[in-house]
């Protein structure tokens, strides 16, 4: 996809993420974290990844599983399965509710405990680079995921292995279920990323041509890591940088007025 098209992909998956947030009203659904990462989602199914159904196809573990509001419209914009099963995602017996493992419908990881994606991720990694397949392996965290000491486990494994196979993007959105991640964990990922000898890009999360440049440039011999520095609840006034974003209902005007600025943007 091209500039143009990517920025329309990321306004279709959010305002498909909204439409599943007020059908599935007044359940709460994770508005916060998946309205975060639309423009990341949208970059990496839209440029960076092979997406397709063949095994050749680059394998994108989405670890916070909690972005189901813009993973899943993503797939079905891209042909996977029809609108109508995006609804079905918060109902008892639905075909995608618990966000269900599903390679022909292009989900990759069934979504379990926090930290757990990206250790399926590197170690697709490193069995890719065993077996000396060229497919490359993505995987999506939340900042506040980056609590798990699993998550460091696998990552230092990366380094060991000198996984250049592998681009792990973090959704830096600066809040977690419950509170800011500089009240509940303090740390500094970039440092951290640095230190274990990953090429560590560092971008605005919103900025698709940023994204664009980041998943492009060159980690010869490295793991990469793209620390995406974002809005939780972006799009939503009233849910914008607050923790009740998280996992949170909807209401008509919420919905109505996010829609606003969606066709806003449409006309810019």
Partial sequence: MNLHELKNFAREIRRLGLKM???????ASHLGGSMSCAEIIA???GHAANVSKSSTRDRIIISKAHAILAHLPALHLLGFFP???LYTAYEDGGVLVCRPR???LGLEFSGGSLGMGVCLAVGMAITAKHDRMTHRVYTLLGDGECNEGSVWEALTAAKKFALDNLTVIIDRNGLQYDGFTDDIMPMNIEAILHALDFTVESVNGHDIEALCAAFDSAHDGKPKAIVAHTIKGKGVSRFENNVDSHHTA???ADYDEALARLEAEDND
């Fill in 21 to 27: 947030a007020i059908k599935a009203a007044p359940q």
């Fill in 43 to 45: 970059t990496l199914y």
């Fill in 83 to 85: 609108e109508e099963w």
């Fill in 102 to 104: 599903k390679p022909e």
């Fill in 250 to 252: 909807i209401t008509q």
